[in-house]
């Protein structure tokens, strides 16, 4: 394999050159197939080159790539649209990631105390264990002290509770307070759901203290746990919600849905991307959404959820020794491991399965949305060989 002499070495890779896919199937240039759990970090929600989405790309390539947003996009007036038929919001602004999503969305929150008179209210309130990101604005919002270490002044703005702390909370809110920003289920920080109850106590705060509610639903959203956002299963809606990653199902895009009253101080000239929303990110992600919309396709994730959850505490069950427990929801879930989790995905990528590691020593299973119960019961043979190899492996040197 050749040397990455040229590329910042910000990742430690497997070596593995991927060459290409089908459905929830990955195959290196030696053309052996590896079951993918990881979506490209719940990216590629409709698995590898799926027919739709390569047409709708295809189809877009021989007509129109970029304007800029000086110019109307037709695919974005559709898109928006279509979001905000399915959700709380009534504006989109879109972006390239998830990050500038994240970033749009804090704007939007000062900015609409700064235009009700209120240009004291800056702060965002987030939590222990959060990922927004890797902006500085963002890894601020995270705060992650391995993120932040080494780039300079943490950026101002941002205070950090303990997760799941109500009284820490309470206290945190003061006169400069803009938002709380939160991620219905904490997805790097390992796979931690906020339970419903909490989504609506925090709506019912905000309410009380005049802030918004911005949910972060890059990881959770675009149907996900089995609804178009996680959030729905509590019914208490944001004022500004992120979305990116599954959104262009491998196409970089995201967005910042809002209410009109939250996106009000948004106006002409105060904000804006060059590429973010293009023509081609919006013919992809318009056709996300035909799929991810179209009748029975958020009740079958529900039922893939229910099969993971299953073998996922099957898996638990048989191997104590290595595992510990499982959580998350729908095709988001992972289990914390009782020896480093970065060997337990070694030893299931030797046995060709693709998971991804998440805080508090979790690997996360993400598949493509469209997986069935044939293709995730295939994925837990090959698990359950990794871990019985790997419990072999550690009696024999032990
Ligand atoms: C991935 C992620 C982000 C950052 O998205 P990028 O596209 O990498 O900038 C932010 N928040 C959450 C919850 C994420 O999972």
């Known amino acids: 394999m050749q040397d990455q002499r040229h590329i910042f070495a910000t990742y430690a890779q497997p070596e593995i050159e991927f060459e290409r896919g089908e459905g929830v199937r990955l195959f290196d240039v030696t053309g052996a197939d590896y079951i993918d759990c990881t979506s490209g970090i719940a990216v590629n929600a ?217 996106a009000s101080g948004m106006t002409v000239g105060t904000h804006g991307t060059t590429f973010g929303g293009n023509p081609l990110a919006m013919a992809v992600a318009n056709a996300v959404l035909d799929i991810v919309l179209a009748e029975g396709f958020l009740d079958h994730v529900r039922e893939m959820g229910k099969v993971l959850r299953q073998q996922l505490a099957g898996l638990v069950d048989s191997y104590p020794d290595l595992l510990e427990a499982a959580r998350g929801d729908g095709l988001l879930q992972g289990i914390k491991v009782r020896v480093p989790n970065t060997e337990v995905i070694a030893a299931l990528r030797s046995e060709r399965l693709l998971a991804v590691g998440a805080g508090d020593n979790v690997i996360r299973f993400a598949p493509p949305l469209i997986i069935t119960a044939e293709e995730l019961r295939e994925a837990f043979e090959r698990a359950d060989k990794a871990l019985s190899k790997m419990r072999d492996r550690l009696k024999g040197a032990a």
Request: with cysteine.
């Open 46 to 262: 409709l698995g590898h080159a799926h027919p739709h989405l390569v047409d709708a790309l295809r189809e877009q390539a021989g007509k129109l790539w970029h304007t800029s947003n000086i110019f109307r996009i037709k695919g974005q007036d559709r898109l928006a649209d279509r979001l905000c038929e399915a959700t709380f919001a009534d504006r989109v602004f879109f972006t390239n990631s998830g990050a500038e999503a994240v970033e749009c969305a804090i704007k939007t929150a000062r900015r609409y105390h700064y235009s009700k008179g209120h240009p004291e209210r800056i702060n965002i309130i987030t939590f222990e264990g959060a990922f927004h990101g890797r902006t500085l604005a963002t890894i601020a919002a995270g705060g992650q002290a391995k993120y932040l270490e080494g780039f300079g002044p943490k950026t101002a703005g941002f205070v950090q509770v303990p997760f799941g702390d109500h009284d820490a909370l309470k206290a945190a809110i003061d006169e400069e307070t803009a938002a709380i920003l939160v991620e219905p289920i904490q997805g790097e920080g390992g796979i931690r759901p906020v339970p419903p109850q909490c989504l609506r106590g925090l709506r019912e705060l905000c309410d009380e203290k005049g802030i918004l509610l911005i949910y972060d639903e890059i990881q959770t959203g675009m149907g996900r746990t089995g609804k178009l956002f996680a959030h729905e299963w509590s019914g208490a809606s944001p004022d500004i919600l992120a979305a990116a990653k599954g959104l262009g199902g491998g196409f970089p895009v995201g967005a910042c849905l809002a209410t009109q009253d939250a």
